[in-house]
């Protein structure tokens, strides 16, 4: 694959900060990025950011509407590294893992997992009952990778800023991609990353 593709889906959850600081690395990185973007997050966006849809997008080399099942991402002939659902709510979440392929979103998951790439999920909801532990279990088990967007205190934080690059930069670290983080070094004292 000459072109480095990642699929980047928002959905409705809180914490749409994670996305947007997703974009920005990835477009450091020159890694063409695939954006969904669920109605419920452009109603989420205006509640935690002052950013409009159309900045977020501009952060996306490519925009596909939540409801073209047709885009490109929806065929597993079409290469990718795989897809970030950052924010993932629990209803996002609970499509994939019953195979509904309602929306762009759900779809280009389910083609994700169906062609063994990396699906990583931000499950961004607390506390969880046993319904949703169940379904973070089946997909756990069809392939995909939950990663819930937990702080990391050993790298000190100082800012909101610094606990979403880490996070974000754990999610990279997934897929092999280097991001400026903090990291745990052999003697368990925390070093900025060479």
């Known amino acids: ?67 073209d099942i047709a885009a490109s991402i929806s065929s597993g002939s079409y290469k990718t590294m795989g897809m970030i659902v950052a924010p993932c709510s629990i209803r996002t979440m609970s499509e994939i893992a019953t195979g509904v392929t309602s929306s762009l979103m759900s779809r280009a998951a389910d083609v994700v997992l169906k062609e063994q790439r990396k699906l990583v999920l931000m499950v961004r909801e607390t506390p969880l009952h046993s319904g949703h532990l169940r379904t973070m279990l089946q997909l756990s088990e069809m392939g995909a990778i939950i990663a819930p967007p937990v702080p990391a205190f050993y790298a000190q934080p100082e800012s909101l800023e610094d606990i979403v690059n880490h996070s974000i930069g754990r999610v990279l670290d997934l897929f092999d991609l280097e991001s400026n983080i903090k990291r745990w070094d052999q003697d368990g004292k925390q070093r900025p990353q060479d």
């Open 1 to 67: 694959m000459k072109t480095k593709r990642m699929i980047v889906g928002i959905s409705g959850a809180s914490g749409i900060t994670y996305s947007i600081t997703l974009l920005k690395q990835l477009k450091k990185m020159d890694i063409e990025s695939h954006l969904i973007m669920s109605k419920s997050a452009e109603i989420t966006l205006a509640y935690e950011s002052r950013m409009k849809v159309r900045d977020v997008q501009s952060l996306a080399d490519v925009v596909h509407n939540h409801t």
